[in-house]
């Protein structure tokens, strides 16, 4: 089998020979800056080097652009030797740390209200600007179809681009004191979408629709089951009527935080894998499997282990081991690693994830 068949056979539950062995989270060739500093070239050889299989995460995403469309160049407007304060042409302040784990903090959102909402609406969220397309696009859709890994069209997230555009903060709020502006943000931006994949798939087969969402913390997810039915559950729908008309068998949600809860409301509305399933928000891979085992997961080992020792290590790959055995589950760090975590330390960690993945057969 090629990487694509596992892919999409691992999280659809047929047949496999094994899973797949992919990073999940850090793109190609990525590395911590400490990790380049102390091995110079790591940068160009990891991804060869571990062994990855699969484009870019493992699954690899069209380079066409779902959001903001059009935006002019960023107006600097503050910067030192740690960070660096930036704003858009849509309005969004952002500041930029240049050193640390976390890189971005948003000091203004772009839409604070619904006049700025026409306005990013008419200057940046036009489906049939020529520019959401890379010069390339001819020559990237040959190359796609000749592909052995899985492919993914985007969608920027029913709560996440909403989210994107006015924080977490005021989005709960509008839902209060203007649900039906909340409702019309998240329709017209999967309207927009959706026109743009019209077009993608026309010419191009995919494999998986992903969802960007991050809506849920520690505690649980943002918004209640009642508000996820009523605002965001028509706009999974439409997306899961598309993907159901074009053959594409898996609809994927990427959200951090605690999501065992917010994994029933996905599957209602057709969702059938969810990521990155982070182990210290209490996330349960086994009790989710049991509890909904059509549901895929990607993701749920525990990234923070790497930085507690090998033996540390070898206990989480031993759940590796467990959790691949009850299927639809393709192993990996619940995230990207932080900067506590030494080279040496990840490439362990991974080369033995490798020798289980490739070991472990999935029973179910």
């Not at 960007?212 to 997306?239: I, T």
């Not at 509305?269 to 085992?293: I, K, M, Q, S």
Request: proline share 5%; charged share 30%; hydrophobic share 40%.
């Amino acid at each position: 089998m090629n990487d694509r068949e596992r892919f999409v056979n691992t999280l659809t539950g047929r047949p496999v020979d094994r899973v797949p062995f992919i990073k999940v989270f850090g793109g190609t060739n990525a590395v911590l800056p400490g990790w380049e500093r102390e091995y110079p070239g790591l940068r160009e050889r990891i991804d060869k080097e571990l062994g990855f299989e699969g484009a870019y995460r493992g699954w690899d995403t069209a380079p066409v652009n779902v959001r903001f469309s059009g935006l002019g160049p960023t107006e600097v407007l503050e910067e030192n030797e740690t960070q660096r304060i930036v704003r858009s042409t849509a309005g969004e302040v952002t500041l930029q740390r240049l050193d640390g784990d976390y890189h971005a903090q948003t000091l203004r959102w772009p839409v604070e209200s619904r006049e700025d909402w026409e306005r990013v609406r008419e200057l940046y969220l036009r489906a049939d600007d020529p520019a959401r397309f890379p010069d390339d696009w001819p020559d990237q859709m040959r190359r796609y179809r000749e592909r052995s890994w899985a492919l993914q069209l985007t969608h920027g997230g029913v709560y996440g681009f909403v989210r994107r555009l006015m924080g977490d903060e005021r989005m709960l709020l509008a839902l209060y004191d203007d649900p039906a502006w909340v409702a019309e943000m998240m329709e017209s931006y999967t309207t927009m979408v959706l026109e743009i994949w019209e077009g993608m798939v026309a010419e191009v087969e995919f494999d998986l629709v992903e969802f960007w969402e991050d809506m849920a913390s520690k505690n649980g997810a943002l918004l209640s089951p009642a508000m996820f039915r009523e605002f965001m559950a028509p706009q999974y729908r439409r997306v899961a009527d598309f993907a159901r008309g074009h053959g594409i068998e898996i609809l994927l949600v990427d959200s951090d935080g605690y999501t065992d809860d917010l994994a029933e409301l996905m599957v209602e509305v057709g969702v059938n894998a969810l990521y990155p399933f982070e182990v210290g928000a209490g996330c349960d891979v086994p009790g989710t499997r049991a509890r909904l085992p059509e549901l895929g997961i990607i993701g749920g080992l525990d990234k923070q282990c790497m930085a507690c020792g090998r033996e540390a290590m070898d206990r989480e790959l031993e759940k590796a081991r467990a959790f691949i055995r009850l299927g639809r589950f393709i192993p990996g760090p619940d995230h990207f690693v932080l900067s506590n975590v030494t080279w040496p330390d990840y490439k362990y960690f991974m080369e033995r994830l490798k020798e289980v993945v490739v070991n472990t057969s999935p029973t179910a």
